[in-house]
């Protein structure tokens, strides 16, 4: 059984940083496919970051590129997600996602992921 679980969030004020955590136990972490969503309250979930394995492309939605980057340590089997420039729109529940293998076009939809977290607050706030 895999499991996942995020860490790491909290209250930052706008122009601030966080760091996520996302530890995985039960799988094959080198050949899984880790994604960030996030889901902002009366919102959909969206999609935020991906990565297929080490040394391939992490892919980013629009809205947070050049400010956030997801990074992954397969010795701790864990992914995480280093937020800068935090604004208010970015205060969501994050949420950590695990596959197999996916298809580059299917990494931001969030029925193509197995394994959930139970997420992490993130506020951004003065």
């Known amino acids: 059984q895999v499991q996942v679980v995020e860490s790491g969030g909290g209250l930052v004020p706008p122009g601030g940083s966080l760091q996520l955590s996302c530890k995985t136990s039960?799988?094959?972490?080198?050949?899984?496919?880790m994604a960030w969503f996030r889901q902002a309250p009366g919102k959909e979930r969206e999609f935020v970051a991906a990565?297929?394995?080490?040394?391939?492309?992490?892919y980013y939605t629009d809205s947070v590129k050049g400010r956030f980057t997801m990074t992954r340590d397969n010795a701790e089997n864990a992914v995480y997600l280093q937020m800068n420039s935090l604004q208010p729109d970015d205060t969501a529940v994050y949420y950590c996602?695990?596959?197999?293998?996916?298809?580059?076009?299917?990494?931001?939809?969030?029925?193509?992921?197995?394994?959930w977290g139970r997420g992490t607050q993130v506020t951004v706030s003065s």
């Open positions: 039960g799988g094959t972490f080198n050949t899984a496919t």
């Open positions: 996602a695990a596959a197999r293998r996916l298809i580059i076009s299917a990494l931001r939809l969030s029925h193509m992921y197995d394994y």
């Open positions: 990565n297929r394995r080490s040394g391939e492309n992490t």
